[in-house]
């Protein structure tokens, strides 16, 4: 077998992230709709350009984009610890949900600020309602485990909030280790955090693949730090291609265990693509 172990992303590689946050967005705006005649498309996409807006003007950015810490999790994510830049999340998102929607209503004509604070609990509690792994994804690393690999987790985050993805998706069992960034202090792309994890795991960098959907965090750092390197292309998904050249290149997660215990891709798998 080429490989001891294997790491995985887990926001959009083993959970979904992104498409799920967008749906809470619309069920958030929908609600917004049905109460005030407003138009639910151009609402959620207001609501998303302000959250964009006021997270950059007002988080701790630079520590956030270090750790992989955006947006959308601030529009739900508690925060919880002792570091400054949680402390600083935790008392400022209450606001800042509540601001999203005052000010999407807004550009609708729309003042009700009742309303907004009910649209920002809305959408953080249905984005924890839809915590979902990929399909899958139990499986394959059912399958990688019974062949004898270490299966490790490197993702980007802050720490409750990705334990709690980790939980919700009823794959944490089948990881030998697992580590978050914002618990580390540094994230993805940067090579130290993927030698961290290596190193609880007791594998050599030469010895391991690298499985994510991001190719300017997974596959950049995986590289930088020796890795042999798989790039998850979900369909739809918005990637600089040509960023970085991948060692291979997945669809779907069914392809990765042909992939990693035959030495060769099935499908639309395929080396250097």
Known sequence: MKYKAVVFDLDDTLVWDERISRQALMEAAAEASARTGADTGRLAAEAK?????????????????????????????????????????REWVPGFRTEIWRRALAA??????????????????RRRELQDPLPGAAVVLHVLREAGLKIGLLTNGAPDLQW???????????????????????????????????????????????????????????????????????????EPVGLVEPDFTIRSLAELPPLVLQGTGTGSSSAGT
């Open 164 to 238: 709690e993805k980790i939980e919700a998706s009823g794959l944490g069992m089948l990881f030998d280790a697992a580590v978050v960034s914002g618990e580390l202090g540094t994230g993805k792309p940067d090579p130290a955090i993927f030698h961290h994890l290596l190193e609880i795991l007791g594998v050599q960098s030469g010895d391991a693949l690298m499985v994510g959907n991001s190719l300017s965090r997974d596959i950049v750092g995986g590289r930088c730090a020796g890795m042999a390197t798989c790039w998850l292309a979900l369909e739809g998904e918005d």
């Open 108 to 125: 609708e004509g729309i003042q009700d600020e009742v309303l907004a604070e009910e649209l920002g609990a809305l959408f953080q509690r």
């Open 49 to 89: 350009r302000v959250a964009e807006e006021l997270w950059h003007a007002h988080a701790p950015v630079e520590r956030c984009d270090a750790l992989g810490i955006v947006a959308f999790e601030g529009m739900w994510g508690f925060f919880h610890g002792e570091d400054d830049y949680l402390r600083h999340l």
